[in-house]
């Protein structure tokens, strides 16, 4: 809060945050069983989310949406992620979008996914969840769209493949309220520099995401051999969606 939020200030980089969260806990409370950070929540967590629920509860606030709200009050924030399956969690996470410190004329999710299994390059999904494993289509995500007045989307990759990224563009092409695409390109071949330039002339493509969470070396971002994944997104004006772990922030800065 005092050294990494104003130095993105400074140098004008607007943060994403994903799991606001903290994997459910703050949603769901210190319940039994609950998780913090994808591991069971230890006794000092559990301690903190009693102390921060009896605060909201103190002014009639839900802990939820006080979670959703919090990274907002920073001016490097321009948004969050807070995940969710089903119709109730998306429900709930637009009761806490609502919960406004300020207010904005569009209503825009700027992160989802839409994909289709059978084209078979999700390789992390597990084959036994059926929520997960499924189809996704616009179809399945319009009358959500139009229930809660939202104005547009970004569509982000879920696959590590440019075959991906071209699958998304010709959904964007066919839905009007898809309003971006954040692809993939492999940064470790420099001969993808043709396919990054190719695809910046989309007009909904806005930029990458590597998926630095999933790569074991820590401080992969800063091999030489990538580095002319930034230069070229640079010279594109293209977005650097940095997927990671509080790890891997030193690197973000870098």
Known sequence: LDSFLPLCEARGIGIVS??????????????????????????????????????????????????????????????????????????????AARQTHGCTDLKIDAQHHLRQPKRGDYDWMPKDNATLSRAYAPADLAPHIDAFGIDGTVIVQAAASVEETEYMLGLADATPWIKGVVGWVDFEDEGQRHHLKRLAAHPKFCGVRPMIQDIPDVNWMLRDDVQWAYRALIELDLSFDALGFPRHLPNFLT
Request: glycine share 10%; net charge negative.
């Open 18 to 95: 994903g799991g606001p969260y903290n994997s459910v806990i703050l949603a769901t409370g210190a319940r039994k069983g609950a998780w913090y950070n994808y591991d069971p929540a230890p006794p000092e967590v559990i301690d903190r989310v009693n102390a921060i629920e009896r605060v909201c509860k103190s002014h009639g606030v839900r802990m939820v949406d006080a979670a959703f709200q919090f990274p907002l009050l920073h001016p490097a924030h321009v948004t969050v992620i807070p995940g969710g399956q089903g119709v109730a969690e998306m429900e709930s996470n637009l009761t």
